[in-house]
């Protein structure tokens, strides 16, 4: 199992981007995505959650009307578009997967929000 982040950079406050996760190694479309966050001195975040088995979708208070979270299934691949992006969203940005019994990370993809 690999799951691979990409998309992220410095973006102004107020800015729009779009992450990916790639995913490999397991039955993408019959497993829960999910994305957390982690910035400098503080616990891992979860910050969103996609059903690849029945497209529902979740979402942190923090987030809830900025991020959406999607799929596509022939790509292995889902996203996390941001948009109206806040200085608190920065963070490492990191995708997961449980494939019972075992939790799958990816390596990253930094999100800093500055002017």
């Known amino acids: 199992v690999q799951l691979v982040e990409s998309g992220g950079g410095l973006v102004q406050p107020g800015g729009s981007l779009t992450l990916s996760c790639a995913g490999s190694?397991?039955?993408?479309?019959?497993?829960?995505i999910g994305w957390f966050r982690q910035a400098p001195g503080k616990e891992r975040e979860g910050v969103s959650c996609v059903s690849n088995s029945d497209g529902r979708t979740f979402y942190a208070d923090s987030v809830k009307g900025r991020f959406t979270i999607s799929s596509e299934h022939a790509k292995n691949t889902a996203y996390l578009q941001m948009d109206s992006l806040k200085a608190e969203d920065t963070a490492n940005y990191l995708c997961?997967?449980?494939?019972?019994?075992?939790?799958?990370w990816g390596q990253g993809t930094q999100v800093t929000v500055s002017s």
């Open positions: 997961n997967v449980l494939v019972w019994p075992n939790d799958y």
């Open positions: 190694g397991f039955l993408f479309d019959k497993y829960n």
